[in-house]
């Protein structure tokens, strides 16, 4: 069964860093491209940060490029997304996915919150 569980979020401090973890399982890790989405209430996820399945150059949005780093691991299945200088507007609900366009294949983790306050 495939799944994908994220960890690592919390309630931080504005300028302080996280790192977000998701490992994948039942399922070809090295053939998805994965992705972070945040959602905030009332509004659609928004795609925050992508690697394809090379492992090649990474995209990010706007908002958190120069602050974000996706990264993943086909050794252990996992991809990370290191946040830092953290800001209030970056407080969201936090989703790993795991996409191959081809076959229409399309995972996702359950979500972690993330919560940057004073």
């Known amino acids: 069964q495939a799944q994908l569980v994220e960890s690592g979020g919390g309630l931080v401090q504005p300028g302080e860093s996280l790192i977000l973890s998701c490992a994948a399982s039942g399922f070809t890790f090295a053939m998805y491209t994965v992705n972070w989405y945040v959602q905030i209430p009332g509004k659609e996820r928004e795609l925050v940060a992508s690697?394809?399945?090379?492992?090649?150059?990474?995209v990010y949005s706007e908002s958190v490029k120069g602050r974000f780093v996706i990264t993943r691991d086909y050794t252990e299945n996992t991809m990370t997304l290191q946040m830092n200088s953290l800001k209030p507007e970056d407080t969201a609900e936090y989703y790993c996915n795991a996409k191959w366009d081809l076959l229409g294949m399309d995972y996702w983790g359950k979500g972690t919150l993330v919560a940057v306050s004073p």
């Open positions: 690697k394809d399945a090379k492992g090649g150059s990474a």
